[in-house]
C-alpha cells in the first residue's frame, strides 16, 4: 500500500519543493524483497519524471529513498530498488520527494502516477 505524495502548491519554483510518503510492504519473516518504483506516466528514467496538468505542461520532481535525497529510487532494473527483509508484518519506507528548481510553469494542477513493484 502506498499512500499519495503530495507536493502542494508553489508560487515559484525558484527553490526545491520537498514533501514525503509511505510506502508499506508485508512480507514472510526472513524473505529477501525489493521495491522499486516506476518512471510515471510521463517520465522515462528515475532520473526523468514530470508531472503534468491538463494542458500538458510539464513539472519535473525526483524520489529517493534517503531524507538527504542522494539516493534515487527507481526500478529492481536500474540497480536503484530498495532491499529488505521480510518481518511478517507491514513495513514502512518513507518516499522521499523533491520538485527541484526549475522554470515555472503555467498555474494548475500537476500529477503523474508511478508504479510501485515489490518483487521477492
Known amino acids: ?3 499519495d505524495l503530495d507536493f502542494g502548491s508553489a508560487g515559484m519554483l525558484d527553490q526545491a519543493v520537498d514533501a514525503t510518503s509511505r510506502i508499506r510492504v508485508t512480507c514472510t519473516a526472513g524473505s529477501s524483497y525489493n521495491v522499486g518504483i516506476g518512471y510515471g506516466l510521463h517520465g522515462n528514467s ?4 514530470h508531472m503534468q496538468d491538463p494542458a500538458g ?3 519535473a520532481y525526483h524520489l529517493y529513498r534517503d531524507s538527504a535525497r542522494t539516493l534515487g ?3 529492481l532494473a536500474d540497480g536503484l530498488a530498495l532491499t529488505a527483509a521480510g518481518s511478517g508484518t507491514a513495513q514502512t519506507f518513507t518516499v522521499h520527494g523533491r ?3 526549475q522554470n515555472t510553469p503555467p498555474p494548475g494542477n500537476y500529477s503523474d502516477t508511478v508504479v510501485v513493484t ?3
Open 118 to 120: 515489490v518483487t521477492y
Open 46 to 49: 528515475a532520473n526523468s519524471r
Open 99 to 101: 520538485v527541484p528548481p
Open 57 to 59: 505542461n510539464l513539472v
Open 73 to 75: 529510487w527507481g526500478q
Open 1 to 3: 500500500m502506498a499512500d
